[in-house]
């Protein structure tokens, strides 16, 4: 049974900073690429970052880009986001995601997704 498993959400003011962390479980995603999105009270969910199986090329939302940046462990089977300069308007739940599929190198729609955390919440107060 596949589990992805998010973790580092929290309070922070603005201009402060998050790590948010996503242990995948059951199975190895190090070929395919991973992928965090985020949902808003009455929002839908919304792509923000995604990174490539081997790590080294990554695509941002341009609402986060040079503030957000994703990482993985392939050891580790894991995915990161670092979240800085955060702003109020960055408060969602958020979602690690992770394909089985090498069909598309950075995909930014939640269709491409096969497995999805629970959500970690990040709140931001101005």
């Known amino acids: 049974q596949v589990q992805l498993v998010e973790s580092g959400g929290g309070l922070v003011q603005a201009g402060g900073s998050l790590r948010l962390s996503c242990s995948a479980s059951g199975r190895t995603f190090s070929t395919s690429p991973m992928g965090w999105f985020r949902q808003a009270p009455g929002k839908e969910r919304e792509f923000v970052a995604t990174i490539d199986w081997s790590g080294g090329l990554t695509y941002y939302a341009d609402s986060v880009k040079d503030r957000f940046t994703i990482s993985r462990d392939i050891a580790k089977n894991a995915v990161y986001l670092q979240m800085n300069s955060l702003k109020p308007g960055d408060s969602a739940v958020y979602y690690c995601?992770?394909?089985?599929?090498?069909?598309?190198?950075?995909?930014?729609?939640?269709?491409?997704?096969?497995?999805w955390g629970q959500g970690t919440q990040v709140t931001v107060s101005s």
């Open positions: 995601a992770a394909t089985l599929s090498g069909r598309f190198r950075l995909p930014s729609v939640r269709a491409a997704y096969d497995y």
